[in-house]
């Protein structure tokens, strides 16, 4: 699977994150970039927040003289062997720290609309794929919405501030015939998902989601505003790239054993 890796550059910690990550001499003038797995790179123009599980370790790890990533483990070593580090091969944990300790983290996300945006908590966060970190699109993404939708009716058993929140609505990214400007709230009313939880509804809801906005997604914002999703997503793609905005990530095919399976 090759996925675009969306570097999101920490602004202010949390005061979590600076009790545990204060003593740590390595990060010393470092700049630390949450990194999130995509395939959807056009619609980063709508990231509102970024998600962690709470429950998961995420280390941070060197990548050159100045820059480190937060990511799991897993997606460390991966990167070793993918001309990322400047030292390749070479992997180099500076800290470790628990993702709910990150929650309340400010963020900078290239080419979204909102200046910064928070580190908030979603607990279908995948351990085992991606980065472990997963950039936020509520207008697209209906697990995005769902888990923003929990997080606004109750901010305190999800232990985050409601202004890490409350002034992000989801912005129109694409259009499509069926389901409008806002692909994943109508949805997510159409199939009536109430919840994060609701996971056999969320896998019906991205199905119809990933088809309809590539087949018949229009732009609605940026410079390709008008254009068709088909045609611009590589483009948009190849701008974060160049931008130093993000980079190529692929992860490899699972276990050998399921792959003779
Ligand atoms: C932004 C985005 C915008 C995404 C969208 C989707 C959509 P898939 O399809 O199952 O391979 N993701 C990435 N890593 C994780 C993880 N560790 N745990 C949970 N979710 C994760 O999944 C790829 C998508 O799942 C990625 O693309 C990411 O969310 C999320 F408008 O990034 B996406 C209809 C979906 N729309």
Redesign the pocket.
Known sequence: ?E?TAIKMTVMDWSNKAKEVLGQVKELEGKTVHMV?????PE?MYGQTNCFVGPDITYGIYNVNDKDAFLITERAARNMAHQKIYAQEGVINKLAEIKGSDIVGTKIHAPLSTYVHVYVLP?E?????????V????P??????FATVMDLKKKPEYYKIEPEWIADYEPIPILETPTYGILT?PTLCKELKINSQKDTNQLAK??EL??KE?FYQGVMVIGKYKGSKVQDVKGKIKDELIASGGAFVYNEPEGLIMSRSG
């Open positions: 699977q996925y999130a797995a995509t395939l959807r619609t979603m279908t966060v995948s351990p085992t794929k991606g980065t472990g997963v950039t936020s699109v207008s697209d993404s209906p697990d995005d994943a809801a991205k989601a990933y906005s």
